[in-house]
C-alpha cells in the first residue's frame, strides 16, 4: 500500500524507531481499525508487533488522500484488547 508521511509522522518514527515495514503491515493487515473521534477523515491502524514484544502500533492516517498520508505513528500502551 502507499502511502505518504507528513512532516510530524516522518520525525515521530525516526524518534520512536519506528519501522516502515512495521506501518506498511498495520495499514494492509490491521488487528483492528478505528475512526477518528474528532476527524471523519482519519483512520486509526492498530497492531500488535511481534519484534517489540507485541506492544500495539498504531498507525493515524488521512483515507481521503491518494496515497494515503500517514499524520503520526506510535505504541499505544493503553490498548491491551487486541
Not at 33 to 47: G, P, Q, R
Not at 54 to 82: A, H, K, S
Amino acid at each position: 500500500m502507499k502511502f505518504k508521511l507528513t512532516d510530524h509522522a516522518e520525525k515521530r518514527i525516526q524518534q520512536r524507531k519506528i519501522k516502515p515495514e512495521w506501518i506498511e503491515a498495520a495499514l494492509e493487515h490491521p488487528a483492528r481499525t478505528e475512526n477518528d473521534i474528532e476527524d471523519a477523515n482519519l483512520v486509526h491502524a492498530l497492531l500488535p508487533i511481534p519484534e517489540k514484544g507485541f506492544q500495539v502500533l498504531r498507525v493515524i492516517y488521512n483515507e481521503t488522500t491518494e496515497p494515503i498520508n500517514i499524520v503520526t505513528v506510535y505504541f499505544d500502551e493503553r490498548v491491551n484488547d487486541l
